[in-house]
């Protein structure tokens, strides 16, 4: 579960050459979904 209550997804991206989607839902909350479906949090030094 990401959070306790549901948010509202501002911005996704897919990238259609990795499979990669980004998710950002607000600036403390921002998801990587790679294409085997392992989400994580986006680090901020990954930026």
């Known amino acids: 579960m990401l959070s306790n209550s549901y ?3 501002e ?3 897919f990238d ?3 499979g990669v ?3 950002f839902a ?3 909350l ?3 979904v ?3 479906g392992q989400w994580r949090f ?3 030094t990954e930026l």
Do not use: K
Request: hydrophobic share 40%.
């Open 7 to 9: 948010r509202n997804i």
């Open 11 to 13: 911005i996704y991206r």
């Open 16 to 18: 259609e050459y990795t």
């Open 21 to 23: 989607v980004f998710i």
């Open 26 to 28: 607000s600036e403390e």
């Open 30 to 32: 921002q998801i990587i």
């Open 34 to 36: 790679p294409p085997n």
């Open 42 to 44: 986006l680090n901020a």
